[in-house]
């Protein structure tokens, strides 16, 4: 079975340009979640999609992240326009189920690694 | 709000010596506990996972964690280290879905 892929590996980008980035999680999750690790930091949760409705969104940092999954399958992860401080590591996991007051494990995808110059 | 801290940012074993990392965590009812590694060039691979019952975990790769809760702790050891084992590791706690990191623990092996 595959796992969570994310595309591209790497981006490097500059101030002002748009990037998007790509999650496909493994087959038949309906949870999908982004985060992200900037230097030095803690990694860190932006939002949490099940099926194809964003379930909670208050990691986003600003209104430039737009994160969208059609379908409810891939997701994309738009950054526009892009600052320096968005340099980091753009992480994706998925789950299998939503359990109310409760958690499942997550499973990570390898990675973005976004350099704004 | 939810914290994870990781003491040691740094460890530096040898090869074959014994290995603790530590975690603690802020106080929840019903702690969701894990831990993961990420190899360099690797993302994300889940080690092992406490959600409830024996408080002495066994994961993957020979690594187990105990989770004590009136020291809302939850280390991380292995017996004997493999160089492969050189690594960064996050120790992790889940409200909900939503997971919180620690700031993780880079691990150097030494021949």
């Known amino acids: 079975e595959a796992g969570v892929t994310q595309f591209p590996s790497h981006s490097v980008i500059e101030k002002g340009q748009t990037v998007t980035l790509r999650c496909d999680p493994i087959?038949?999750?309906?949870?999908l979640y982004w985060y992200r690790r900037v230097m030095g930091k803690e990694i860190k949760f932006l939002l949490h999609?099940?099926?194809?409705?964003?379930?909670?969104e208050s990691g986003m940092p600003n209104n430039r992240f737009l994160a969208e999954r059609t379908g409810g399958t891939y997701s994309t992860l738009k950054v526009q326009p892009a600052e320096l401080e968005d340099s980091g590591v753009y992480f994706c996991?998925?789950?299998?189920?939503?359990?109310?007051?409760?958690?499942?494990?997550?499973?990570f995808g390898p990675g973005t690694r976004l350099t704004v110059l | 709000a939810q914290s994870v801290t990781q003491p040691d940012i740094h460890i530096t074993v040898s090869e074959g010596a014994s290995l603790e990392l530590r975690c603690n965590y802020s106080?929840?009812?019903?702690?969701?506990l894990f831990w993961y590694v990420q190899s360099p060039g690797q993302g994300l691979q889940l080690l092992l996972k406490?959600?409830?019952?024996?408080?002495l975990v066994q994961g993957i790769k020979g690594f187990e964690a105990e989770f004590k809760r009136s020291q809302s702790s939850f280390n991380l050891r292995k017996p004997s280290v493999h160089w492969s084992d050189a690594a960064e590791y996050f120790c992790?706690?889940?409200?909900?879905?939503?997971?919180?990191f620690g700031g993780g623990t880079r691990v150097l092996v030494k021949p």
């Open positions: 996991a998925s789950s299998q189920l939503v359990i109310r007051g409760g958690t499942d494990t997550q499973y």
């Open positions: 106080y929840g009812a019903t702690p969701y």
């Open positions: 999609f099940v099926k194809e409705s964003k379930q909670d």
């Open positions: 992790v706690k889940a409200a909900g879905n939503k997971l919180t």
């Open positions: 406490y959600f409830s019952g024996d408080t």
């Open positions: 087959s038949g999750h309906d949870n």
